[in-house]
């Protein structure tokens, strides 16, 4: 699976759109990109995963380059309980062989 | 809908010592996950399941850890015996033919 390299750690203020980058750029043609989330102390969350076109869902939107070597999360009015860490991940579409990095730390902040 | 349960949620234990983790996913999913995550890191897959079958197991330490998922259903990991390297949340997720994962909240070891 194509590694993806994420910031360690983000700052955003609450009500504010949050973007969370990500690099892939060794992603193959039949890899999605995979976001989850892990608030402390509990289990990660899934959020969104998406090919080659941009999806949105009830918690966030994914934002994925033509190139498809990088991809964008967009957290559209951050609040405090979306503070968490957030996994980028890249896998095929059955998603068996999910591989989670360090990801990156949100804190929103009041 | 239960999500997936694991118990207990902490344990804490002496080197050497054997302890089980259990876990019940959410009904009807077929794909079951243990993950190990050490502090500050991602987890990391130990096991995969398919129904009853153990069709991932090259990242479980073998010489210490066996799991089991006898019913196709519920599931228990277990270390014997446990060492100081082992102290991590140990995770279980299921899903339902590989598609999306659901975590349970993890069973956080320390071993002393």
Redesign the interface.
């Known amino acids: 699976d194509a590694k993806t390299t994420q910031p360690t750690s983000m700052d955003c203020a609450e009500g504010r759109a949050a973007n969370l980058p990500c690099n892939h750029s060794t992603i193959s043609g039949n890899e999605y990109v995979y976001w989850?989330r892990q608030i402390h102390?509990?289990?990660?969350?899934?959020i969104i995963h998406g090919l080659k076109n941009n999806e949105t869902n009830e918690m966030a939107s994914l934002i994925i380059t033509e190139d498809r070597k990088s991809s964008t999360l967009i957290l559209p009015h951050a609040t405090l309980r979306d503070t968490a860490?957030y996994?980028c991940i890249v896998s095929g579409s059955?998603?068996?062989?999910?591989?989670?990095?360090?990801?990156t730390t949100v804190t929103v902040r009041a | 809908e239960a999500g997936v349960v694991q118990s207990p949620r902490y344990k804490i234990i002496e080197k050497k010592q054997p302890v089980a983790f259990w876990c019940n996913p959410i009904s009807g999913h077929n794909t079951l996950y243990w993950y190990r995550q050490n502090l500050g890191q991602g987890p990391e897959l130990l096991i995969r399941y398919e129904n009853e079958e153990a069709v991932d197991d090259s990242q479980l330490p073998k010489d210490r850890f066996s799991a089991e998922r006898l019913k196709g259903v519920d599931s228990t990991l277990k270390i014997q015996p446990a060492e100081l390297g082992d102290s991590a949340v140990y995770l279980c997720a299921s899903s339902l033919d590989g598609q999306g994962r659901f975590f349970g909240p993890g069973t956080r070891l320390t071993v002393l």
């Not at chain 1, 102390?41 to 899934?46: A, F």
């Not at chain 1, 059955?94 to 990801?103: E, I, Q, V």
């Open positions: 989850y102390s509990q289990g990660p969350q899934y860490v996994y059955n998603d068996y062989k999910l591989s989670f990095g360090a990801g």
